[in-house]
């Protein structure tokens, strides 16, 4: 699967409860990443390898629970940088990571030692190994990921996405394989333009997406057409021209054969073309829902699927 952040982390959460640990592969996304006091953070990897070796702050939906701040404090005490919160147990990881990046290690290496030094048993890819950046035009000026979204509280509107070193970026070792050879690929309820979005601007990536010969499906992140948390609904709404289940398939277009869409969406599922709506509850609010979900996108994707959660007598009706 292919998994941006929090939403991502929560989907991961629930197809490795159905699926397993060892027959689940996530590609995660890099564009996000950071320089914070000379720490390369990789936040959305961070958030699906917190998640899955059950540290993540589930409140919070990001970093580690039982988390304290005392590093970040002195920092800003010293003068130093402290707009991008990083608590004090999420250092210990960006400082590991950090000198082995600085030794020379790729990211996926040292990625794959931190998953098994906390135990996780799924297999986490970055997309790439190269350096990958998103970047946001607004009406404000061009920003890096991390300045918009953390800095300035994404509250500028996004007049383009642009993704710093795709021409050069191959896809990490693994990634193409896993693509490959896998029964079934899913694009987790991640931000299509600034999560998913910087995996599939990977050419290779995209490619082995567009070339597979398994089914596809992505869940939606939006619920009755809002964002559960974050600027989709936003970004999608002036990117794409709307929030209904077309606009979010429309991101994928080429590449995904069901959309898993919320029962709050189910009255607009007109313009789907090849896409097969698949119409169920989508918010993961505890480990019952995440698992229910999960079940529902591997079920879209496997033989006999066609009738899993679909309610084909609403599909293109005329909302009541
Ligand atoms: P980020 O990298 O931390 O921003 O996280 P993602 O891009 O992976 O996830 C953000 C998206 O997850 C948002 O657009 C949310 O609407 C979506 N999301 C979060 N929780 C849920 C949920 O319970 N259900 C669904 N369908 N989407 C969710
Ligand atoms: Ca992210």
Known sequence: ???????????????????????????????????????????DLDSI??????????????????????ALETAGVLGGENWFALGDRDLGLHLVRT????????????????????????????ATDDRLRTWLATPAGEFPFQEWFVARGHRDEVDAVRFEGEDAARPAPGVVQALGGADLILLAPSNPYVSVGPILAVRDVREALARRSVPSVAVSPLIG???????ADRMLQRLAGGTSPRHIA??????????????????????????????????????DARRRLAE??????SAGGQAAGVRPERRGSVPA
């Open 1 to 43: 699967m292919l998994s941006g952040g929090v939403g991502g982390a929560r989907f991961v959460r629930g197809v490795v409860a159905v699926a397993g640990a060892a027959a689940t592969t996530v590609v995660g996304n890099v564009g996000d990443d950071v320089e914070v006091l000379g720490l390369h953070v990789s936040p």
């Open 49 to 70: 390898l917190y998640a899955l070796a059950g540290l993540a702050d589930e409140r919070r939906g990001w970093g580690r629970s039982d988390e304290s701040w005392n």
């Open 99 to 126: 000198q082995a990046l600085r030794r020379g290690e790729s990211l996926s290496a040292v990625t794959a030692r931190l998953a098994a030094a906390l135990g996780v048993e799924t297999r986490l890819l970055p």
């Open 225 to 231: 057409g809002r964002a559960v948390k974050g600027p």
């Open 250 to 287: 429309s991101c994928y277009s080429g590449l995904i054969d069901a959309l898993v869409v919320d029962e709050a969406d189910a009255d607009d599922l007109e313009g789907l073309g090849d896409v097969r709506p698949i119409v169920t509850r989508t918010l993961m609010s505890d480990s």
């Open 296 to 301: 529902a996108a591997l079920k879209a994707g």
